[in-house]
């Protein structure tokens, strides 16, 4: 809802409309550059776990900046060791900007450079790096999938997508003749966070009823996410662990209340990186 605010609000001063709604400008982020081909780039990431930043890529100086939500500096100038040359038709994309899908450990920051076509080139065509400029993975002379089927009717295809195995990268080539593609599939450790168009509008993953309850309680849960194992938690009233439930995607949990004592609990929906929702019930015998 909030992106559709935002578009709507970049029309109305683009075509100076006036009309009566609760339209409020924000923020105003001035992108540019030397180059006309080339310069800044805007757009949105999903660190993981809804943690979001505001993007700028600067082309002409091979860095790039994330804000806050409230548009205040997280990390400004990050370097990138590799340049677009528009010259020879080189263009190196930004993007998969992440501290939870390349590797198992969350407190680094990582980030994909793809180049737009598979050439020889004297950086890698596709490489994930660290903000330190470590390299984390490469390939030469490989392209990236964007989308199939153009010319009889396309379907989305990205260089990294979730599967019911886990997230993949998808890289191709062709031979020299151009008779065949060979087509790469790597794993990675963690999943590709929700994107924009996916964010979850609501925060009410768990319902609970009836609530009091005299003898037995359900769980309605919606998962976050069906690309993850999530854990539903019960605590008593000094936070003790009685019960704990594996949850995957949308579950109907049915607890019987018989061997609980009177009093209140306390539940927990999270998975190894964050609790989603936290919640209290109570048992009245």
């Known amino acids: 809802m909030k992106k559709t605010i935002l578009i709507i609000a970049s029309i109305i001063m683009l075509c100076n409309i006036n009309i ?20 800044q780039e805007f757009f949105l990431t999903n660190l993981g776990n809804n943690n979001y930043k505001y993007v700028i890529y600067d082309y002409d100086n091979a860095k790039f900046s994330l804000y806050n939500m409230d548009y205040s500096p997280f990390m400004l100038n990050i370097e990138i060791p590799v340049i677009s040359d528009p010259a020879n038709n080189t263009w190196y994309r930004l993007g998969y900007i992440t501290t939870t899908l390349f590797d198992c450990d969350s407190s680094n920051i990582e980030y994909a450079m793809m180049l737009d076509s598979p050439k020889p080139n004297k950086h890698p065509n596709f490489a994930i790096y660290r903000t330190d400029n470590t390299v984390v993975f490469s390939k030469d002379t490989c392209g990236t999938y964007f989308s199939i089927g153009l010319g009889s009717g396309s379907y989305e295809m990205h260089p990294i997508m979730n599967t019911s195995a886990g997230a993949k990268i998808f890289l191709f080539n062709t031979d020299s003749t151009h008779t065949y593609m060979n ?7 963690g999943i590709l966070p929700e994107n924009i168009a996916e964010i979850h509008q609501s925060n009410e993953f768990v ?20 690309m993850e194992q999530y854990e539903l938690t019960i605590f008593n009233s000094a936070f003790q662990t009685v019960k704990s439930n594996k949850i995957n995607g949308k579950t109907n949990f049915y607890l019987d209340c ?25 048992i009245s015998k």
């Open 207 to 226: 319902s609970v009823y009836p609530n009091p309850t005299s003898n037995n309680i359900n769980f309605k849960i919606t998962a976050p996410s069906n």
């Open 183 to 189: 087509t790469f599939i790597y794993g990675l450790c």
């Open 20 to 39: 009566n709604a609760q339209v409020t400008l924000e923020h105003t982020f001035v992108t540019g550059g030397t180059s006309a081909a080339m310069g």
């Open 258 to 282: 018989e061997y609980f004592s009177s009093g209140v609990y306390f539940y927990s929906l999270q998975n190894k990186n964050k609790v989603f929702q936290t919640g209290k019930f109570i």
